[in-house]
């Protein structure tokens, strides 16, 4: 919870994890954002900064951490009130179970596996995956994927090639931080 306002106090712009929020935000047509889905919640983010745009009508969330429910209840001010949100709808499962079983269909994607040389963040990694994400994006729609290799370059090289393989149009910023 590092990156988050536990660290920080109540300054999470200091943290640079709202902007996959609003860099995906900007990525898409303007005011037709209404449905968004994120996948890892962490403390919460990127969940709220995306629920304060006005054209916003829902936030998805799959996460796998029950735990957070607990963090969520206990430190409201700490995490950006995101267990209070109206528009933040959390299910505790799987980001891969859930796009499968669920039909809804989303304007914004976005996930944030755990770095990725830890264990098991490759299974939001695969083309099968992002295939499965793909079919849930409405036309238009934009999916980010948060992608810090903690300095080796080739860890973030090879997921912008497997996204390559299923969308037509890829980019990344910041080293690959974010494709």
Not at 19 to 32: G, K, M, T, V, Y
Not at 134 to 163: D, E, H, K, M, S
């Given at each position: ?9 109540t300054d999470?712009?200091?943290?640079a ?12 047509e303007?005011d037709?954002?209404?449905?968004t889905l ?11 900064t995306?629920?304060n745009a006005d054209?916003?009508r829902?936030?998805?969330v ?8 607990n963090v969520?209840a206990d430190?409201?001010e700490?995490?950006l009130?995101v267990?209070l ?12 179970s859930?796009?499968t ?8 994607i976005?996930q944030q596996?755990?770095y990725l040389?830890?264990?098991?963040s490759?299974i ?9 994400v ?7 729609g ?7 290799g ?16 299923v ?13």
């Amino acid at each position: 919870l590092w990156h988050s306002s536990f660290h920080r106090g109540t300054d999470y712009v200091g943290s640079a994890n709202w902007l996959l929020a609003a860099i995906a935000a900007s990525l898409h047509e303007p005011d037709s954002l209404r449905d968004t889905l994120v996948v890892g919640m962490g403390t919460g983010i990127t969940a709220t900064t995306l629920s304060n745009a006005d054209t916003v009508r829902s936030v998805d969330v799959y996460d796998i951490n029950q735990r957070l429910a607990n963090v969520f209840a206990d430190f409201p001010e700490d995490t950006l009130r995101v267990g209070l949100n109206p528009k933040v709808h959390i299910h505790w499962q799987d980001g891969r179970s859930g796009l499968t079983l669920e039909p809804k269909t989303y304007d914004l994607i976005t996930q944030q596996p755990t770095y990725l040389s830890q264990s098991g963040s490759s299974i939001l990694l695969s083309r099968e995956y992002m295939m499965q994400v793909q079919r849930r994006l409405n036309p238009g729609g934009v999916y980010v994927i948060y992608c810090n290799g903690l300095g080796n370059i080739y860890q973030p090289w090879v997921v912008r090639q497997t996204a390559g393989s299923v969308f037509s149009h890829v980019i990344s910023s910041s080293g690959g931080y974010m494709i």
